[in-house]
């Protein structure tokens, strides 16, 4: 073939389609850095691209991007950071809401963000407004409608709406927390309310107040005050409070007091570390990690080598310094991610978890155990069912658990379609509406006005409206590997584009696709014919 015309068709075929660029298979993301949950999305990281990944509860990847830096989602949107170090932000469907202008920001709470250009901060909306101008030396997150900042020689208290609560403070300030600031100056801690009006005594030590008490140090000891500053417990080394359980260091181990500080019980370990939302990381002997509830019971009997704090139910754990990371909840049971990616995931209705038992069950995304762990192993729900295992044999099962029989599922591709073969010669496959529909050949993938489907030598395109049969291949050599894409397939190097009530065939050598990256590939605007090569050099 010419080499200037391939360039030219080439050329011609950019003008015609795009390819949405997408990861199909969950391989790619076995292997990103997992981070904890936020407004329902989990970020993952990878060393190539695409670098920048979001999951939801069942594992579905909702969101692929191709930037060095992203964070976690506050308030349903996410900092990104481009490649020439600039920031802006991306909503849940990846769209960018704000543009890439920033050379620093914050996350987002209480509707604003903190933004840095050119040396100065501010903060916008959630619209990208910037709603207070951008002229402090610093600025923090807003915490109870009030955000401190700096004009570079003193610190001041605005409200959301940019106005000086209090200017000329010369002290540190922290958020607010409770109603009260906990503030630092030369001659110790103390607090302000909202008004920036100085509250209490000065401490020695003090710490940000949590569920209306906090901790403070005087020469006569340490106690914790609640929020009309009354003395309401002595502790000498429980510092930090949270769900409602303080944490006393003890000369063998650590001690548990609820919050009129009567002990619970007593820990024996290493370090215990603040509870969040309900449970906390005890490190049991060294870099051996368990979790407890605010009663001080295990959740299980495991010794991870590493264990997160939980966020939205979810913790990550390892068990070994050469062993993956992954999730579990409460009770300790691993939930497992296929990290499917795009419309390939099938797994919208439930995805399999492990307990502490080693036995299979399924969970909804709300972590309700819908079907019980009664399983050797168990994988991922495909148009409705899903392949489990018990000792050696394996079944079907359908959404609530119940068994199929065999001769009622037939073939279950992990990508595309159920059929079985019919008494009398031919097909049954369930279409897309869940309805049973008799095929002439086997049936490989269903698309929105075709199946694609093979018999001994030949594939075809069978045409669901018009009830026909395009043969559109030979098979070589008893080959029928396909490549599956959600408008396309790839047999023997050629590329099958459905679009329409038509399909063109494309060499992939000459256009140059990655089948493995691409998902789906998108008609330009005003094309409603793309012409075959030898359309093309026929003109």
Same mark, same amino acid.
């Given at each position: 073939?010419?080499?200037?015309?391939?360039?030219?068709?080439?050329?011609?075929?950019?003008?015609?389609?795009?390819?949405?660029?997408?990861?199909?298979?969950?391989?790619?993301?076995?292997?990103?850095?997992?981070?904890?949950?936020?407004?329902?999305?989990?970020?993952?990281?990878?060393?190539?691209?695409?670098?920048?990944?979001? $999951?939801?509860?069942?594992?579905?990847?909702?969101?692929?991007?191709?930037?060095?830096?992203?964070?976690?989602?506050?308030?349903?949107?996410?900092?990104?950071?481009?490649?020439?170090?600039?920031?802006?932000?991306?909503?849940?469907?990846?769209?960018?809401?704000?543009?890439?202008?920033?050379?620093?920001?914050?996350?987002?709470?209480?509707?604003?963000?903190?933004?840095?250009?050119?040396?100065?901060?501010?903060?916008?909306?959630?619209?990208?407004?910037?709603?207070?101008?951008?002229?402090?030396?610093?600025?923090?997150?807003?915490?109870?409608?009030?955000?401190?900042?700096?004009?570079?020689?003193?610190?001041?208290?605005?409200?959301? /709406?940019?106005?000086?609560?209090?200017?000329?403070?010369?002290?540190?300030?922290?958020?607010?927390?409770?109603?009260?600031?906990?503030?630092?100056?030369?001659?110790?801690?103390?607090?302000?309310?909202?008004?920036?009006?100085?509250?209490?005594?000065?401490?020695?030590?003090?710490?940000? !107040?949590?569920?209306?008490?906090?901790?403070?140090?005087?020469?006569?000891?340490?106690?914790?005050?609640?929020?009309?500053?009354?003395?309401?417990?002595?502790?000498?080394?429980?510092?930090?409070?949270?769900?409602?359980?303080?944490?006393?260091?003890? $000369?063998?181990?650590?001690?548990?007091?609820? *919050?009129?500080?009567?002990?619970?019980?007593?820990? /024996?370990?290493?370090?215990?570390?603040?509870?969040?939302?309900?449970?906390?990381?005890?490190?049991?002997?060294?870099?051996?990690?368990?979790?407890?509830?605010?009663?001080?019971?295990?959740? +299980?009997?495991?010794?991870?080598?590493?264990?997160?704090?939980?966020?939205?139910?979810?913790?990550?754990?390892?068990?070994? /310094?050469?062993?993956?990371?992954?999730?579990?909840?409460?009770?300790?049971?691993?939930?497992?991610?296929?990290?499917?990616?795009?419309?390939?995931?099938?797994?919208?209705?439930?995805?399999? !978890?492990?307990?502490?038992?080693?036995?299979?069950?399924?969970?909804?995304?709300?972590?309700?155990?819908?079907?019980?762990?009664?399983?050797?192993?168990?994988?991922?729900?495909?148009?409705?069912?899903?392949?489990?295992?018990?000792?050696?044999?394996?079944?079907?099962?359908?959404?609530?658990?119940? *068994?199929?029989?065999?001769?009622?599922?037939?073939?279950?591709?992990?990508?595309?379609?159920?059929?079985?073969?019919?008494?009398?010669?031919?097909?049954?496959?369930?279409?897309?509406?869940?309805?049973?529909?008799? *095929?002439?050949?086997?049936?490989?993938?269903?698309?929105?006005?075709?199946?694609?489907?093979?018999?001994?030598?030949?594939?075809?395109?069978?045409?669901?409206?018009?009830?026909?049969?395009?043969?559109?291949?030979?098979?070589?050599?008893?080959?029928?590997?396909?490549?599956?894409?959600?408008?396309?397939?790839?047999?023997?190097?050629?590329?099958?584009?459905?679009?329409?009530?038509?399909?063109?065939?494309?060499?992939?050598?000459?256009? +140059?696709?990655?089948?493995?990256?691409?998902?789906?590939?998108?008609?330009?605007?005003?094309?409603?014919?793309?012409?075959?090569?030898?359309?093309?050099?026929?003109?």
């Amino acid at each position: 073939m010419n080499d200037k015309v391939i360039n030219e068709y080439r050329d011609y075929l950019l003008k015609c389609f795009t390819a949405n660029m997408n990861y199909k298979r969950g391989e790619h993301y076995m292997n990103a850095q997992l981070s904890l949950f936020h407004n329902g999305y989990a970020k993952l990281t990878n060393m190539s691209a695409p670098r920048l990944l979001y $999951m939801d509860k069942l594992g579905k990847v909702r969101i692929v991007l191709d930037y060095p830096y992203g964070g976690d989602f506050y308030e349903e949107l996410a900092k990104v950071r481009n490649e020439y170090g600039l920031y802006g932000f991306i909503n849940k469907n990846g769209q960018i809401v704000i543009p890439f202008k920033y050379t620093n920001v914050g996350d987002f709470h209480e509707g604003l963000a903190k933004v840095e250009l050119n040396g100065l901060w501010g903060y916008v909306n959630n619209k990208g407004e910037e709603v207070i101008s951008i002229t402090y030396k610093k600025a923090d997150d807003f915490s109870e409608s009030l955000a401190v900042v700096s004009n570079g020689t003193n610190n001041l208290i605005i409200d959301a /709406n940019g106005t000086i609560i209090k200017d000329g403070i010369t002290y540190t300030i922290y958020p607010f927390k409770c109603g009260y600031a906990r503030c630092l100056e030369n001659s110790g801690y103390f607090f302000i309310d909202k008004a920036g009006n100085k509250v209490g005594e000065t401490y020695l030590e003090a710490e940000d !107040f949590s569920s209306n008490l906090a901790y403070v140090k005087t020469v006569e000891g340490g106690f914790f005050i609640d929020t009309t500053f009354t003395k309401k417990f002595g502790s000498l080394n429980a510092k930090h409070y949270s769900s409602g359980i303080a944490i006393s260091k003890e $000369m063998a181990g650590f001690s548990l007091l609820d *919050i009129n500080g009567k002990f619970i019980t007593q820990i /024996n370990a290493l370090n215990v570390r603040d509870f969040k939302e309900g449970f906390s990381a005890v490190e049991r002997s060294s870099f051996v990690w368990s979790y407890i509830n605010t009663q001080g019971k295990l959740i +299980n009997n495991f010794g991870y080598n590493y264990a997160s704090d939980f966020s939205e139910g979810l913790a990550i754990v390892r068990n070994s /310094n050469n062993s993956p990371f992954y999730y579990i909840n409460y009770l300790g049971e691993e939930i497992i991610f296929n990290y499917y990616s795009g419309d390939f995931d099938t797994s919208d209705i439930l995805v399999p !978890f492990r307990n502490t038992k080693n036995k299979y069950g399924y969970k909804d995304i709300n972590g309700n155990t819908i079907i019980k762990p009664i399983y050797d192993m168990a994988y991922e729900y495909v148009n409705g069912i899903a392949l489990v295992k018990v000792g050696t044999g394996t079944k079907y099962i359908d959404e609530q658990g119940k *068994i199929i029989p065999n001769n009622k599922v037939g073939m279950l591709n992990n990508e595309s379609i159920r059929y079985k073969k019919k008494l009398f010669g031919g097909y049954q496959y369930l279409n897309n509406r869940k309805e049973l529909v008799s *095929i002439k050949y086997m049936p490989i993938h269903e698309y929105d006005k075709y199946v694609l489907c093979y018999s001994s030598s030949n594939l075809y395109l069978f045409d669901k409206v018009n009830n026909t049969y395009q043969e559109i291949s030979e098979i070589y050599n008893g080959n029928i590997k396909v490549e599956l894409g959600l408008n396309y397939f790839v047999y023997n190097d050629m590329l099958y584009y459905l679009y329409g009530d038509e399909y063109v065939v494309i060499n992939t050598h000459i256009f +140059n696709f990655d089948r493995n990256k691409i998902i789906r590939l998108e008609l330009l605007e005003g094309v409603t014919h793309i012409m075959s090569f030898d359309e093309f050099t026929k003109r």
